[in-house]
């Protein structure tokens, strides 16, 4: 069905009845976050908790301006420190699983207002549909078999909701320039954001926020070729610059794979990539031997040297080793959902402590057995397979630019899920729900 657009069109009444119904239920679910966080132990303080009760406050703009509910997702998820009590008070509240349930019944209003199928017959999105129900198939028969239900907080099956509900608004929402520079700016500046909050100690080793400042290079550079003024772009290019800093000061190696990746990505897709390459040469060619003689380059010398920089490597192996008997014990379901830490030990009692897989396939592929490995598989393939029709059906015109950097942030987030476990990051399904907005904006259809 043709999108309509939204200025010639005068909401009903039952789209104002239905947007009016969803205003209310984010009001009641904003309410209730900000409640629960008042009554946390130890309180985090009035300020986050203000700052919570914002960002669920923006899902109301979902029936409307969904971009702007996508952006109260983002900034509350990711300016958090995800190691710090903020972000232990956000888990046990349910915070973000109550912004979701905004979220996604913004995407219910906003189909209804906008008279549009929710898609679930496309083929991706009942993939992506797929996925999330398998894992909880699998939850269900770990519990069934007697597994005890304590998922780490950090790896909250939950985690999978919420990255649905990301996933269906903007696969039906995302269209625009504009949109896509919003969800780009709102990336880089919760990244930068929570580096500042964290200060320098917080984020020195930190792998999720060097991961996630990898992955929102792309989205800064998309941010520069979809802004509309000087200004903007300048913005957008300060922030990739504080981004690269901060991934310097992370020091964390898994990250910097991703950069050393992302670079030749986003060189080819450049307009004129060999001038480009002739001036950047001498560039990384200073910075290859400063980071040589650098801090970062001693944490990668201990994996062959010794030291204690090279523990981590002896304990992903471990875990590796152990990953490897519990898939081979329960090949089709694995162990559930969310277990994979209550299991992990007893099949190697010489760890010290309950670790992730420290790898994004294997830890999919031990919790929900190879049905779930194919469809994780499948999720982030047709998101990437999205990308690149978009860019090459659309050429250098619009999306073709959001097709190019969606790539390259979802290779840098495959690339750096080999290292840490990060299945279960809902901004990779939102990038990918962002690559299916991308393409049908191509296509010049709807959410349909």
């Not at 020195?204 to 991961?211: N, P, R």
């Not at 310097?248 to 060999?274: C, D, E, K, M, Q």
């Not at 002896?314 to 590796?320: D, F, G, N, S, T």
Request: net charge positive; glycine share 10%.
């Amino acid at each position: 069905m043709p999108e309509t657009p939204e200025s010639t069109s005068k909401p009903s009444t039952v789209a104002k009845t239905i947007r009016s119904c969803h205003v209310l239920i984010v009001l009641a679910l904003a309410t209730w976050l900000g409640l629960a966080v008042s009554r946390s132990e130890p309180f985090v303080g009035a300020g986050w908790m203000a700052f919570l009760v914002f960002c669920a406050l923006l899902s109301a703009a979902a029936s409307w301006r969904p971009v702007v509910a996508i952006v109260g997702y983002v900034l509350a998820a990711y300016t958090t420190p995800r190691y710090g009590q903020p972000y232990a008070v956000l888990m046990q509240t349910g915070g973000l699983n109550l912004i979701a349930i905004g979220l996604l019944c913004g995407w219910i209003a906003w189909l209804v207002c906008h008279r549009r199928r929710p898609g679930i017959v496309n083929g991706y999105v009942a993939v992506m549909l797929a996925f999330v129900v398998w894992l909880g198939i699998s939850a269900a028969v770990a519990t069934a078999g007697g597994q005890h239900w304590h998922p780490h907080p950090n790896h909250h099956p939950l985690l999978f909701f919420q990255a649905l509900a990301l996933f269906l608004l903007a696969g039906a929402t995302l269209r625009r320039p504009h949109e896509f520079a919003w969800l780009g700016a709102a990336v880089c500046a919760a990244v930068l954001a929570r580096a500042l909050v964290s200060g320098r100690k917080g984020i020195d080793l930190e792998g999720d926020i060097s991961a996630l400042s990898v992955m929102a290079m792309p989205l800064a550079v998309l941010g520069v070729q979809a802004g509309r003024n000087v200004t903007g772009k300048l913005v957008f290019v300060l922030m990739a610059t504080g981004l690269v800093v901060l991934l310097a000061l992370t020091r964390n190696r898994a990250s910097a794979v991703g950069f050393v990746v992302l670079l030749p990505i986003l060189w080819w897709h450049a307009r004129r990539r060999w001038r480009i390459f002739a001036v950047a040469l001498p560039v990384l060619l200073i910075a290859g031997t400063v980071f040589f003689y650098s801090s970062y380059w001693e944490r990668f010398a201990a994996i062959w040297q010794g030291g204690e920089d090279a523990n981590s490597v002896r304990e992903r192996l471990m875990i590796w080793r152990a990953s490897r008997r519990m898939i081979a014990e329960h090949p089709v379901f694995g162990v559930g959902t969310g277990n994979f830490h209550n299991v992990l030990r007893h099949y190697e009692p010489k760890l010290a402590m309950d670790f992730a897989a420290h790898n994004s396939a294997i830890h999919v592929l031990a919790e929900a057995g190879f049905p779930g490995l194919m469809l994780y598989a499948a999720v982030f393939a047709g998101g990437l397979t999205l990308c690149w029709r978009t860019w090459r059906r659309a050429g250098r015109r619009w999306p073709a630019p959001a097709g190019r950097m969606l790539f390259a942030s979802l290779v840098v987030y495959l690339t750096v899920g080999m290292f840490i476990s990060r299945h279960d990051l809902p901004l990779a399904y939102l990038l990918c729900g962002a690559a299916l907005g991308a393409f049908r904006a191509g296509e010049g259809q709807g959410a349909d």
